[in-house]
């Protein structure tokens, strides 16, 4: 059972976060994405997906605030089934969760190489101006 609006409850909070962005997700719901990297996704008012690292998975896990991820039980993703208020306020923190280990590795990647841009992985990209000088 969902309550209707859950899922726009979590879009509203998360599409609100510096650099996120929202789209379709390809099996359906709303995927959020920092860069090319995505931080999860919400499958309507019900279920909420969240990708972590090994270690952070498993212990989200025994802490008991996510199952295993519903088809893949042995990836590093998460889910969470969304059956009551508390749930939704959990799957944002989920969600938070993997965006601040996204913008963690993001600053560890610019560290090591200052010429990636804030917000891709790619190295920034220079125009040339009708002077000649380079510019963002």
């Known amino acids: 059972m969902s309550a209707k ?3 726009e409850a ?7 976060w510096n650099g ?9 719901g709303r995927e959020y994405r920092v860069g090319r990297r995505e931080i999860g996704h919400v499958h ?17 896990v025994r802490e008991g605030r996510a199952e295993p991820h519903h088809i893949l ?3 590093g993703w998460v889910s969470l089934f969304l059956r009551t208020d508390e749930d939704v306020a959990r799957g944002i923190e989920l969600l938070r969760l993997s965006y601040d280990l996204a913008l963690d590795q993001r600053r560890k990647r610019q560290a090591a190489d200052p010429g990636l841009s804030e917000w891709s992985q790619q190295p920034a990209t220079r125009e040339k ?3 000649g000088e380079a510019r963002p």
């Open 5 to 7: 609006g859950w899922g």
């Open 10 to 16: 979590i879009d509203r909070e998360v599409a609100s």
């Open 20 to 28: 996120v962005e929202g789209r379709p997700h390809r099996f359906g």
């Open 44 to 60: 309507g008012d019900h279920l909420v997906d969240v990708p972590l690292p090994r270690r952070e998975r498993d212990r989200v």
């Open 73 to 75: 039980p042995e990836s």
């Open 129 to 131: 101006s009708t002077e």
